[in-house]
């Protein structure tokens, strides 16, 4: 992978070069492999561009991206204010990003579940509201029933599971850059992805954006130690199962 950039602004993304560099490599290493779903650790956000891209084009419109972050990464290069690409990451999903970054094939808004999202720059507010993006709030998340009823009101056939860890307590995971308060629990977070995996077919599995101190916190590692054995125990249960299909059938999707 192409290492750290100079923070050079070009077209409103910094390390735009870097960026694309490591795109190419990642899209390059997917060449002839045949395995269907893929588990990513490491990295900010923007290392999900090449996974969901592929689980786009294996599973179409019957893909869903659940977005379990405490931010929307719904920027544009025009509305950031700082040209971090790892706010523009979602946002490049849908096809709205800098063209150097963009998808193959675009997700629609109606294949987006904004889970835990509680920090949205006012752009990014009026953007989910005028796509009417899905939001399940942490107040939602105590259990997991809202966030089942918004995947599979999406019609979805398959979820690619994406997990920033700021979307954490920080009371209870501190390991991130850009920590916000009143986040889900380390159960609550668990208990989402353990019930997807149940309920869908998992085309993948996201787990970034983890930043340590200096000083390693213990009660960090135990929580990251658990997070990264959950996600390895959905994965190998739900390929067990041949993947899940939603009990309440496909509907039809937003636009």
Not at 62 to 85: M, R, Y
Not at 94 to 118: C, H, I, K, N
Not at 127 to 137: G, L, N, T, Y
Not at 216 to 235: C, F, G, I, N
Request: glycine letters at 10%; proline letters at 6%; a negative charge.
């Amino acid at each position: 992978m192409t290492g750290p950039g100079d923070g050079v602004l070009v077209e409103g993304v910094r390390d735009l070069a870097v960026l694309t560099a490591n795109l190419a490599a990642i899209r390059s290493a997917w060449d002839g492999a045949d395995a269907v779903g893929t588990m990513t650790v490491g990295g900010d956000c923007g290392v999900e561009l090449a996974p969901i891209e592929r689980a786009r084009r294996q599973h179409g419109d019957g893909l869903t991206v659940v977005w379990f972050d405490a931010h929307g990464d719904l920027n544009t290069p025009a509305s950031s204010a700082s040209g971090a690409f790892h706010g523009m990451v979602l946002r490049t999903l849908l096809g709205d990003g800098p063209a150097a970054l963009s998808p193959t094939e675009p997700l629609s808004s109606g294949q987006v579940v904004l889970a835990g999202v509680r920090a949205l720059d006012p752009p990014e507010a009026r953007f989910v509201a005028d796509r009417a993006i899905r939001h399940v709030s942490v107040a939602e998340m105590s259990t997991p029933a809202a966030l089942l009823a918004a995947v599979t009101a999406t019609g979805a056939e398959a979820v690619y599971v994406h997990i920033d860890l700021d979307v954490l307590d920080p009371a209870t995971f501190s390991a991130v850059g850009v920590p916000e308060p009143d986040g889900l629990s380390p159960r609550e977070l668990t208990d989402a992805v353990r019930a997807l995996g149940t309920r869908f077919k998992i085309a993948g599995i996201g787990l970034t954006e983890h930043q340590p101190d200096d000083i390693r916190s213990p009660e960090d590692d135990k929580v990251l130690d658990l997070l990264a054995a959950t996600m390895m125990d959905v994965m190998r249960d739900n390929d067990a199962q041949g993947g899940r299909q939603s009990a309440e059938g496909s509907g039809p999707r937003d636009a």
